[in-house]
Nanobody, 116 residues
Framework: QVQLVESGGELVQAGGSLRLSCAVS????????MAWYRQATGKQRELVAK???????NYVDSRKGRFTISRDITKKMVYLQMNSLGPEDTAEYYC??????????WGKGTQVTASS
């Protein structure tokens, strides 16, 4: 059974940094890609960053240079390092796992609040 559990979200001052974590069960190896999405109040959920099985990463343009997605296959963890946070980054952040011919799996989210 797939389980994704996010952690690391908290209140941070503008300009600060956070690292989000996603604990993945049963294994990272069964997924084609892992991604971080976010959803701000009153807005649609949007892609933040993605990492594929071969380690290729993709970022939404506005997050390039500030956000870094990574993974530790042995620890079954996916991370999102976020730097220079601003109020526009305030949102619920979700971990998503993708497999061929399957609907994606989602975690329950972790709240990030960046105060001005």
């Amino acid at each position: 059974q797939v389980q994704l559990v996010e952690s690391g979200g908290e209140l941070v001052q503008a300009g600060g940094s956070l690292r989000l974590s996603c604990a993945v069960s049963p294994s990272l190896n069964i997924f084609n890609a892992m991604a971080w999405y976010r959803q701000a109040t009153g807005k649609q959920r949007e892609l933040v960053a993605k990492i594929t099985t071969n380690g290729r990463t993709n970022y939404v343009d506005s997050r390039k240079g500030r956000f870094t997605i990574s993974r530790d296959i042995t620890k079954k963890m996916v991370y999102l390092q976020m730097n220079s946070l601003g109020p526009e980054d305030t949102a619920e952040y979700y971990c998503r796992a993708e497999r061929n011919f399957e609907l994606p799996d989602w975690g329950k989210g972790t709240q990030v609040t960046a105060s001005s």
